[in-house]
């Protein structure tokens, strides 16, 4: 196998696993942005009192999404932050193929003229 299918199958699996855990934790940050939503579009102010303390509770914890995140080393994860890193991938990979293209070009004319 040469380096380039090598590189190609390594990028593609590295992609792969970058989008298995972005998508879970985007579809968790949607989520717990639903349940605000859906408690605020609620008639919870004409229920019991103590109902409203529960959901006025459930309001205010929910003014924050979940989101998944490792502080100083890693961002919110989230679909954005796949689209921001594939986006680098592709730019990485774009520039290795443009250098292993201008390197062939120039060995192939250095080869023709000497």
């Keep these: 196998m040469s380096v380039k299918s ?29 349940i ?4 605020y579009d609620s008639i919870w102010y004409k229920e019991k009192v103590d109902f409203q303390k529960n959901f006025l509770h459930t309001l205010l914890r929910a003014q924050q999404p979940i989101a998944v995140n490792v502080p100083c080393m890693l961002p919110t994860v ?4 796949y ?3 594939s986006h680098r991938f592709y730019f990485i990979v774009f520039l290795l193929l443009y250098f292993i293209i201008v390197t062939n070009t120039l060995y192939y004319l250095i080869d023709v003229h000497i």
Excluded at 10 to 22: D, G, M, N, P
Excluded at 36 to 39: G, K, L, P, Q
Aim: glycine share 0%; charged share 10%.
């Design 6 to 34: 090598t590189f190609l199958i390594f990028f593609i699996s590295s992609l792969a696993k970058v989008y298995l855990c972005a998508w879970p934790a985007d579809h968790l940050l949607s989520a717990s942005t639903d």
């Design 78 to 81: 989230s679909l954005h932050y």
């Design 83 to 85: 689209a921001s890193v």
């Design 36 to 39: 605000a939503h859906a408690v």
